[in-house]
Every structure is written in structure tokens, then in C-alpha cells.
Nanobody
């Protein structure tokens, strides 16, 4: 089992920045890919970014490229999501997830473990 706990969510104005953290505990963290997803009310869960444990492999949704940065520190069992220039339509619950393997995939079904989510609200 791998437990994931997100933190860092909150309220910010459009154009602002926020950094989310996801702390992992339990089984080995450093050999699986990690991803961030988000889900707005009434919408499906949406892929945001993913990173393999070989950190040269990173994958972003087109909507966040150039504004968001995913990173991980395996020694701390933590993955981060730096979000800049945020938009009101990006208001959502943000989830981190650990993949079944080391593939930085965009598909939720490739992820075995999920955190409880952290709310990010971007005001206009």
C-alpha cells in the first residue's frame, strides 16, 4: 500500500501561483511514476502532469504547458506541482496519484493509488 497526502491548496486570484505537495508513505515511492489530476464540479477527472522516477521523462497536459511544473524528490517521498498564471477555470480539487509502473501516463486507470485531494480555487 502507498498512502498519498496532498497539501498546499487554497484560494488565489487569477494570475497567481500556488505550489502543491504530495507526500507518500508506505511502499516504495521512487520506482513508480507520479501524476497530478484535477476535477472540477460536474466534470470528469482531468490529467494535469506526470513524472517518471527517471526524471527526464515528464508529461504535461497541453492546457498547462509553460505554466505548471511537476517535480519530485525521491529522498523525501514527495512530488510537487508548481502552478503559475492560474485561471479561474482551473478551480478544482487537485489529486496526486501513483502509477502501477514507471510510465508517466495521462490515463487515470494507469494509477494505482490516489490521494484525497486538495481544493484550489482561483477567483477572477
Amino acid at each position: 500500500q502507498l498512502q498519498l497526502v496532498e497539501s498546499g491548496g487554497g484560494l488565489l486570484q487569477a494570475g497567481g501561483s500556488l505550489r502543491l505537495s504530495c507526500a507518500a508513505s508506505g511502499r516504495t515511492f521512487s520506482t513508480v511514476a507520479m501524476g497530478w489530476f484535477r476535477q472540477a464540479p460536474g466534470k470528469e477527472r482531468e490529467f494535469v502532469a506526470a513524472i517518471s522516477w527517471i526524471v527526464s521523462r515528464i508529461y504535461y497536459a497541453n492546457s498547462v504547458k509553460g505554466r505548471f511544473t511537476i517535480s519530485r524528490v525521491n529522498a523525501k517521498n514527495t512530488v510537487y506541482l508548481q502552478m503559475n498564471s492560474q485561471k479561474p477555470e482551473e478551480t478544482a480539487v487537485y489529486y496526486c496519484a501513483a502509477a502501477f509502473g514507471d510510465s508517466e501516463t495521462q490515463f487515470p486507470y494507469d494509477y494505482a493509488y490516489w490521494g484525497q485531494g486538495t481544493q484550489v480555487t482561483v477567483s477572477a
